[in-house]
């Protein structure tokens, strides 16, 4: 499979770089006790303790800040990002998710995991264009249809499966627990947090092998070097 960074996303985003990793064949049954442990570790507090008004930590400013990937709107408390950036557990009960969430927390940099669909040969971290299609996850009974253009997505085709690299994205991604072949991607910028996307790369990886066997390969992307072809 092939990861490319375009040469319009990399102008808009000097100093852009991206950790990849990919497991198959990955044996999911119940949560595996080490991830159980490291989460409480990251995430010790329980949702009702965390204010809604917590300030968002100053190393999130790369993806959360007026330009970052995904900045803030009128209402922060409702970004998905947020509770990873304050270490607040993650609702979901998938494995996988779990542990990306983890990791997003103890290196203050968000990790997108993702199923992809079979025909998916080449991911592209692009600038959205005006013929590209999205279906909106909360509205999966709603057609699909096109978002504003220049926005940093992730895609195959002309099929959005990302939004702002690290926001949203489509229901035919999503991680499960039966999830065998999933994707993790770390998007950074090399001359603010190259060092946290390297070891959250490296973190992400190991805990993958050992949770969950499988073959676990990684990758990166950055200006000098923005495409990656994995062994399958």
């Known amino acids: 499979m092939k990861f490319l960074l375009s040469e319009s996303l990399r102008a808009s985003y000097p100093h852009l ?3 990849i990793i990919l497991i198959r064949d990955a044996r999911i049954s119940g949560m595996p006790e080490d991830i159980t442990a490291f989460l409480t570790r990251i995430c010790p507090a329980s949702p009702a303790s965390i204010p809604s008004d917590s300030p968002v930590p100053p ?3 790369i993806y959360l800040g007026p330009n970052g990937f995904f900045p803030l ?3 922060p408390q409702n970004h998905p990002w947020i509770p990873a950036a304050n270490h607040e557990p993650p609702a979901s009960a998938v494995p996988l ?4 969430w983890a990791v997003s927390a103890k290196y203050s940099t968000p990790v997108k995991g993702l199923c992809l669909p079979p025909e998916c040969s080449v991911l592209e971290g692009r600038l959205s264009k005006s013929d590209d299609l999205w279906t909106d ?3 999966t009974d709603k057609p699909s249809h096109a978002i504003p253009a220049g926005e940093p997505v992730w895609a195959y085709e002309n099929h959005i499966y990302v939004r702002h690299m690290i926001g949203s994205s489509g229901p035919q991604t999503a991680l499960s627990s039966d999830t065998s072949r999933a994707v993790f991607l770390i998007p950074g910028l090399a001359d603010k947090n190259r060092r946290h996307v390297i070891a959250a790369r490296n973190e992400l990886a190991r805990r993958l092998k050992a949770a969950f066997s499988g073959t676990v390969e990684s990758g990166w992307m950055d200006d000098s070097s923005p495409c990656f072809i994995s062994s399958t």
């Open 17 to 19: 770089c991206t950790a």
């Open 59 to 61: 190393e999130w400013d």
């Open 73 to 75: 709107q009128d209402s």
């Open 97 to 100: 998710k779990q542990l990306a």
């Open 137 to 139: 996850p909360d509205r």
